[in-house]
């Protein structure tokens, strides 16, 4: 508040005074508050920064310019920070400045502040800092793992004609993963009858493919060659696909925990009715697929945390295996009970094969050899069914063999059933 004197005179030698009260309002700076979200993340995660600016007054601030030194977390001395719906910026024009970054792998670990400067073209400044944690990475994972998943091969908008599963080994020794297999369950689904076994070797660091069906016609074919070819057609968006160390079909919506064989598991999507922890990986979609985090080798045992979704980029750098074809099912499976008397065998080769002499051999406890009996080939000759000409008894318990050397270049099978009540 100002006072400012008056005098008056007049030409009678007279004269007054007084005073005229004036307020000059003050000039207030522009100011700002910064945040980071999430505010705490690994090396490889996303961040976005904001600063939220309330503007000098008097005048109003007009002009404002945000810029932040990001060269702590592996960015730029001056970042400009962005007010017009890019960069991450959600809202044009509301004051809030943004810029979305991900962290680099390799940053350094710890608290960070990360100071910002806040300018108007009244010539005027503020600044403040945005507080940003570095978490250490966790310890990678002492096992083979998921390391990537594409559902949305040759759908409508696809990156590639195929789906795909990529392993990575995070450890440093090597794994012989023949005999094992991936399996899929849809996301409500209860069991896992999509089944594709692995043969060959994954060392330590290398990544090993699997290529799958394909949704349709859209999209590039796989880029590098498979170390396996199967024909598992995953969902783009929602699934759950798991690691098994043994080719045996996993059962129930989620046997993470009861079964012993699973290394590993993931759930995908909100529908997925299992997943390593409670959050499951974020949806994939026709364009994208979910990796595992620091190139595969996070493993945390939580979904929602270990996965994130990039464009799809199929690895492989274990080396193919050079083997022949394999059973990759069996209808009935091992160990199954309550079979129909006069049940039919069905077995699923991974490749088409030629059978020759006596490539099969039933056996049962009461009822003997059972290897008289129809056989018809489906599916490209990659499905024999034999039907043996005398029923099987109920109750007995059938082992049936495959010979390799009556399949080209076969391994041995073996199938144990239980025959019951007839179904
Ligand atoms: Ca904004
Ligand atoms: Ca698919
Ligand atoms: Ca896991």
């Not at 008056?6 to 004036?22: E, H, K, N, V, Y």
């Not at 910026?89 to 943004?98: H, L, P, V, Y």
């Not at 699997?210 to 590098?224: D, M, N, T, W």
């Not at 598992?232 to 798991?242: D, F, L, P």
Request: hydrophobic content about 35%; proline content about 7%.
């Amino acid at each position: 508040m100002k006072s400012l004197p008056f005098t008056i005179t007049d030409a009678q030698a007279r004269s007054g005074s007084g005073s005229i009260s004036l307020t000059v309002l003050a000039s207030t700076n522009p100011s700002g508050t910064g945040a980071a979200t999430p505010s705490s993340v690994l090396p490889g995660d996303p961040s976005t920064l904001t600063v939220t600016v309330t503007p000098g007054t008097n005048p109003t601030s007009s002009g404002i310019a945000v810029t932040a030194d990001l060269s702590s977390i592996g960015g730029a001395g001056i970042q400009q920070f962005f007010n017009d719906g890019t960069n991450g910026d959600a809202t044009s024009g509301d004051n809030i400045f943004t810029y979305a970054t991900t962290i680099p792998i390799g940053t350094s670990t710890g608290s960070k502040n990360l100071p910002f400067s806040i300018s108007d073209a009244q010539a005027r400044f503020g600044s403040g800092s945005i507080t940003l944690t570095i978490q250490s990475p966790p310890p990678p994972a002492d096992h083979v793992v998921i390391s990537q998943l594409y559902g949305g091969g040759g759908n409508s908008g696809a990156s590639f004609t195929n789906d795909f599963i990529e392993l990575y080994n995070p450890t440093g020794v090597s794994f012989n993963i023949t005999g094992w297999s991936v399996q899929y369950g849809s996301a409500t689904g209860t069991s896992w009858t999509n089944n594709q076994s692995l043969v060959g070797s994954i060392g330590p660091g290398e990544y090993y493919l699997v290529s799958l069906a394909s949704g349709g016609s859209v999209g590039s074919p796989l880029p590098v060659m498979p170390n396996v070819s199967g024909d598992i057609n995953m969902s783009a968006t929602a699934g759950k696909v798991a690691l098994v160390n043994n080719s045996t079909p996993l059962s129930g919506a989620c046997p993470l925990g009861s079964d012993p064989d699973i290394v590993d598991l993931v759930g995908y999507g909100a529908t997925a009715n299992c997943s390593e922890g409670l959050a499951k990986a974020s949806a994939p979609s026709n364009s994208t697929a979910l990796f595992r985090k620091a190139n595969g080798a996070q493993d945390t045992n939580q979904n929602g945390a270990d996965f994130v979704t990039a464009t799809p980029s199929p690895r492989r750098t274990a080396p193919i295996a050079e083997v022949g074809p394999s059973v990759t099912a069996t209808d009935p499976t091992t160990n199954d009970t309550n079979t129909p008397h006069d049940s039919s065998i069905t077995i699923n080769f991974s490749e088409p094969v030629d059978v020759v002499g006596a490539w099969y051999n039933i056996n049962c406890a009461n009822t003997g050899l059972h290897n008289d009996a129809t056989v018809a080939s489906s599916s490209g000759s990659k499905t024999y069914v034999i039907t043996p000409n005398t029923n099987f008894q109920f109750g007995e318990l059938c082992t049936v063999t495959i010979n390799k050397d009556g399949v080209h270049l076969i391994g041995l099978v073996g199938i144990w059933t239980t025959f019951g009540q007839e179904i």
